[in-house]
């Protein structure tokens, strides 16, 4: 026995000593110099929650990626310059038009180019949903609370992300310098011309003179394809190591609370998800890329500064500001020799003070609560009706702006008056908002009065049963112990308050404005008229003692 055992022993050793392999190598240097493996070792299995609503952001990300390399390919070919040419090209309709060789370019991208018309066209794609990916993914977020500490950060990431692909979609399809993006580069002329003082020195700085210039494509170009992208990926990496670090959040369950975290873990299950989940983005947008038209720019013809394309919109994401201008009454001041357009300059301002108020929101709700506990649990929305509220006004007023954005598209095809379209967003604008975040708050409260009854009375089963006095009632079944965890695991808190205005010996305490602000805020949000107590379990232990679910 004992030379048998010396001989594995001695066989052991002698496989321990055998070379390593080319991969380990690899591994160790990368290791010695990364810290590869303890890195690894305490992230690869990091647990990640399952829900399908997290795929929204997934959705974005891959999208990102698309454009990414899709945009790669485009920039070898697009020429940025808005010189003159005569076009000769495969589209007959347009030759011996004189045209810039941006728009040539794109043409010969669109027409001649292995796969030009088709990468144009999931770019466009890509980025559609890039945006609508976003701005979905930040509702669910908004809905959620997912904002609240540790995350505020986080949310300031993803606002930004958001307004510079507002940006970014602007810049990218101005660049084909056809009649409609050309008439949406008037567009955002006229709005920095409106700027007080400085608005004729800024459109002269950018275009590099009187419009249209010759130089805004040259300078667009740098911006489409360098600067913003650069930030945003850097952005969207530093969003991605916040979201890693801080956990994902869960929904409400069974196990899941502050400290603990139910799903899946990173590697191999989540990556596998996240690697099929790509490959299925990308699929969609090469099919929508492929079977749906998107911005036949020869169907435009070059731009000129005379003509104006009918129906011209712009993406779906910049409808919001062109309805703000477009049913904004024709205000003007002539002052010491000076115009002030105030029927463009207030709505050019407004466009970024509504998304302004969508970012600083968590920081806003963090002042009034005081609340300085770390989240990782989700609110479910009808649990928070002002905050749900508010979301569905801001919403709402979106959908309202972007009818007014296309209110001659609506105009032909419902034939209705353009200016009756005008004169009902105008009144919109201030109703539709106000009426949604009533309507809103006050579903809300309806489902929590309904969760309440279920709590106390149990599931209707639709069962009705005599009694033996005659009277007939519905049987009711106790709801499992996780549905009543889902139902009761929210909070609710007194709001904040002040306290008495004197103390014991008759002296008033001083109140600054900011405490009455938060005060009265934390009463609206947070007091007794948005919420439906939630059952106790006295309540709950009364009413199951008894044969009272009948």
Not at 24 to 42: F, I, Q, S, T, V
Not at 290 to 308: E, M, Q
Not at 468 to 481: K, R
Not at 490 to 509: L, S
Request: charged fraction near 20%.
């Amino acid at each position: 026995m004992d030379g048998a055992r010396s001989g594995k022993g001695e066989r052991a050793a002698a496989h321990r000593d055998e070379p390593p392999g080319k991969g380990e190598k690899l591994a160790d240097w990368a290791d010695g110099r990364l810290g590869l493996y303890a890195l690894a070792k305490a992230n690869m299995r990091k647990v990640f929650p399952d829900h399908w609503s997290f795929m929204l952001g997934e959705v974005c990300l891959y999208s990102f990626l698309v454009l990414i390399l899709t945009g790669i390919y485009l920039t070898l070919f697009f020429e940025p310059s808005g010189a003159e040419v005569v076009y000769h090209g495969s589209y007959g309709p347009l030759n011996g038009i004189v045209m810039t060789k941006a728009y040539e370019s794109t043409l010969h991208i669109s027409f001649d180019v292995r796969g030009g018309l088709l990468i144009r066209q999931i770019h466009h794609w890509a980025a559609l949903v890039f945006v609508t990916g976003m701005l979905v993914h930040m509702m669910r977020v908004f809905f959620t609370g997912a904002f609240r500490k540790p995350r505020e950060l986080n949310w300031l990431f993803g606002w930004t992300l958001l307004l510079l692909g507002i940006i970014t979609g602007l810049t990218g399809y101005s660049l084909p310098d056809d009649l409609l993006s050309g008439t949406g580069i008037r567009f955002a002329d006229g709005a920095i011309l409106s700027v007080p003082i400085v608005g004729t020195y800024l459109s002269m700085f950018l275009f590099g003179g009187e419009f249209p210039g010759h130089d805004i494509i040259s300078r667009l170009f740098p911006i489409h394809v360098l600067l913003l992208p650069g930030i945003m990926l850097g952005l969207v990496v530093a969003h991605l190591i916040l979201v890693f670090h801080h956990k994902h959040t869960q929904y409400p369950g069974p196990g899941r609370d502050q400290k603990s975290v139910v799903g899946m873990p990173f590697l191999p299950v989540y990556m596998a998800k996240a690697g099929g989940f790509f490959f299925l983005t990308f699929g969609v947008l090469a099919l929508m890329g492929g079977i749906a038209s998107i911005n036949p720019v020869w169907a435009f013809g070059p731009y000129r500064p005379d003509l104006v394309t009918t129906g011209a919109q712009p993406d779906w994401y910049l409808g919001f500001s062109e309805g703000l201008i477009r049913v904004m009454p024709g205000w003007e001041i002539d002052a010491w020799g000076h115009t002030l357009e105030l029927g463009v300059f207030i709505p050019f301002s407004l466009f970024p003070l509504i998304l302004l108020a969508l970012g600083l929101y968590p920081f806003v709700e963090a002042w009034v609560t005081g609340d300085k506990r770390e989240h990782h649990v989700l609110d479910r929305p009808r649990n928070v009706p002002v905050r749900t509220g508010l979301g569905v006004a801001w919403l709402s007023l979106y959908v309202v702006l972007l009818i007014g954005g296309g209110n001659d598209i609506v105009a032909t095809h419902l034939h209705l008056s353009i200016n009756s379209i005008t004169w009902f967003v105008r009144v919109s604008v201030f109703v539709v908002p106000v009426a949604a975040f009533v309507v809103t708050k006050r579903v809300c409260l309806g489902l929590q009065r309904r969760d309440r009854d279920k709590v106390l009375h149990g599931r209707e089963t639709g069962r009705i049963k005599r009694l033996p006095h005659g009277e007939y009632v519905e049987i009711h079944e106790p709801l499992a112990q996780d549905r009543l965890f889902v139902l009761t695991q929210h909070e609710q808190h007194p709001p904040y308050e002040i306290g008495p205005r004197e103390d014991a010996n008759g002296v008033r305490r001083p109140v600054t404005v900011s405490q009455r602000v938060r005060e009265r805020l934390a009463r609206v949000m947070f007091g007794p008229g948005s919420r439906i107590p939630k059952p106790t379990r006295e309540e709950y232990r009364e009413l199951t003692r008894g044969d009272h679910h009948h």
